[in-house]
């Protein structure tokens, strides 16, 4: 059956939060959810599921293995790795191993789930998981590769006709961090969309610009970086002067400053996203702002009046943040804990 895209967006937006997943299992179903770095769960794609999440990340990295035939022939093998950084993929000392390939963690396993409910993932056919496919290699190779893969699951992934602009849906929407400039030839149907970075959201330009309208009847979801289009000067009310913030907390985190507070305030440490902005709100010495509040709101606003989700990468994984988040409709709630964000969603 055909759809325009926007319409089952919608769809797969506006329904109940709570579904049943699995055989017979209550599941909850939050629509506007992104595990990211998905592959790094205990069980990558099922503990995103089972806590709910809409939107899973793999980072993918294409590979090649040379191979001799029955024949005696060289030939090379093609596969897409589920892995952060070379050095996992090359087992470099101190770094874990990839745990699999993007077919036998993500692809197989949907298809099985696919399979046993009748052509669903959830219980609705117009409940969509997205698959957010991340290149950390070449466009072009990993492109190729990945619907080659794709194209082995009939009826699974939504797909999208290169000429008509038909699409025609499937419960599980792939989209890549990245396609090539023109679709090739050869893929007249192909089996993802692509990640929307037209720009600054917030310009009303970037929403009539060529590249947005070339494209909106696939734009699922469109992304930035948090820091991208938004001021993190205005992200914070400072509850105590910024230098008595330095002076108690330096020796926490060496080499603060006044001079590299706002980078010091985003920084990663120890696998925590924001983790000393994350500590200056819990422990009171500064709180949100109206202003990163109304930036939410109107990327929800933008979203809303586009049909499209909006992603914001790199955001402060905090209950405080998900304060802001949690009743816009339109804004993904970006994590790498779905355990704890599935718990915190489901609370009062």
């Known amino acids: 059956m055909k759809y325009v895209f926007v319409c089952f967006l919608t769809a797969f937006l506006t329904l109940g939060s709570f579904l049943l997943f699995g055989q017979g299992a209550s599941e909850p179903y939050f629509p506007a959810t992104h595990s990211h770095n998905d592959y790094y769960q205990d069980r990558p794609l099922f503990d995103a599921l089972e806590s709910g999440m809409t939107s899973i990340e793999p980072d993918v990295y294409y590979v090649e293995y040379t191979i001799i035939d029955d024949k005696g022939n060289q030939r090379v093998y093609k596969d897409l790795l589920v892995a952060h950084n070379w050095e996992e993929i090359t087992g470099a000392p101190g770094w874990s191993s990839p745990k699999g ?15 046993e409910k009748d052509g669903m993932i959830f219980n609705s056919p117009d409940q969509k998981l997205l698959l957010h496919v991340d290149f950390k290699t070449d466009c072009d190779k990993t492109w190729n590769v990945l619907q080659s893969q794709l194209a082995n699951y009939p009826g699974l992934f939504t797909t999208f006709h290169k000429d008509s602009a038909e699409v025609i849906d499937g419960p599980v929407i792939v989209f890549t961090s990245h396609e090539p400039k023109e679709i090739p030839d050869e893929w007249s149907v192909f089996y993802s969309t692509v990640d929307g970075r037209f720009g600054n959201i917030f310009d009303p330009n970037v929403w009539e610009s060529e590249e947005y309208q070339s494209r909106k009847h696939r734009t699922v979801i469109v992304s930035s970086n948090i820091l991208a289009y938004n001021d993190i000067t205005k992200f914070f009310h400072y ?12 020796e926490d985190y060496p080499g603060l400053t006044q001079g590299n507070f706002y980078t010091a305030l985003r920084q990663t440490i ?5 983790k000393l902005a994350v500590q200056l709100v819990e422990d009171g010495m500064m709180k949100v702002s109206d202003y990163l509040v109304e930036q939410m709101k109107e990327a929800d606003r933008i979203g809303r009046e586009y049909g499209t989700l909006m992603r ?21 709630i970006l994590t ?3 355990h704890e964000l599935m718990k915190y969603l489901m609370s009062d």
Do not use: M, S
């Not at 390939?101 to 399979?115: A, R, V």
């Not at 008595?244 to 330096?250: G, T």
């Open 270 to 274: 120890d696998g925590k996203t924001w």
């Open 239 to 250: 509850l105590v002067p910024k230098q008595d913030i330095v002076e108690k907390y330096a």
């Open 336 to 338: 790498d804990y779905p």
């Open 312 to 332: 914001f990468w790199a955001p402060p994984d905090a209950e405080w943040f998900w304060d802001i988040q949690r009743d816009l409709d339109h804004v993904v």
């Open 101 to 115: 390939t993007l077919q036998n963690l993500y692809l197989d396993p949907l298809y099985e789930i696919y399979k």
